[in-house]
């Protein structure tokens, strides 16, 4: 077990039970793998790690906040695609914990449940990113193309913001 500063990349298919219903199970699960496979090629492209998976969340981790920011950056463009399943994208950086469950890397702590929530509270194509993934620098934003809304951010602690983008 090991306790350290990590970034935490969410990708969340936004009302997945509602997917499930339209499309049937094996259609929306489809659907869903395309837009997790997506992540999963982001995250080997910016030095991270898939983390895990559920049938709404699928989360990456990263060490350095560069390479988060990148990959979410590169991963909020490519879900531009029309032809994917709603979803929304937050990234927060903080403390966790990493051990080893059954021979696999599992994470746990406060950073881990934020970026779950702030995943949770976005509508479909919204990308949230908070103050402590982002650092001072708003440079990466503004090369993406993208005009930052800031918004605090309380429950990511006391001076915390937040930028929301939407499509």
């Given at each position: 077990m090991a306790v350290g500063q990590l970034s935490f990349l969410v990708l969340r298919?936004?009302?997945h039970?509602?997917?499930i219903e339209r499309q049937g199970d094996a259609a929306a699960l489809a659907d869903t793998i395309k837009a997790f496979d997506r992540l999963h090629t982001v995250t080997e492209q910016?030095?991270?790690r898939f983390a895990s998976s559920s049938m709404e969340f699928a989360m990456a981790s990263f060490e350095r906040p560069g390479d988060a920011?990148?990959?979410c950056l590169a991963l909020w463009r490519t879900l531009d695609d029309a032809t994917l399943v709603e979803t929304s994208v937050a990234l927060h950086r903080g403390p966790a914990v990493a051990t080893s469950i059954d021979d696999r890397m599992a994470y746990?702590?406060?950073t881990v449940a934020r970026t779950l929530e702030l995943a949770h509270e976005l509508a479909p194509r919204q990308l949230a990113l908070s103050?402590?993934?982002l650092g001072d620098d708003l440079g990466p934003l503004a090369r993406?193309?993208?005009t930052p809304e800031l918004l605090p951010a309380p429950r990511l602690g006391p001076s915390a913001w937040c930028v929301r983008l939407a499509r």
């Open positions: 298919v936004v009302d039970l509602g997917l910016h030095h991270g920011l990148a990959a746990y702590g406060r103050s402590a993934a993406a193309g993208v």
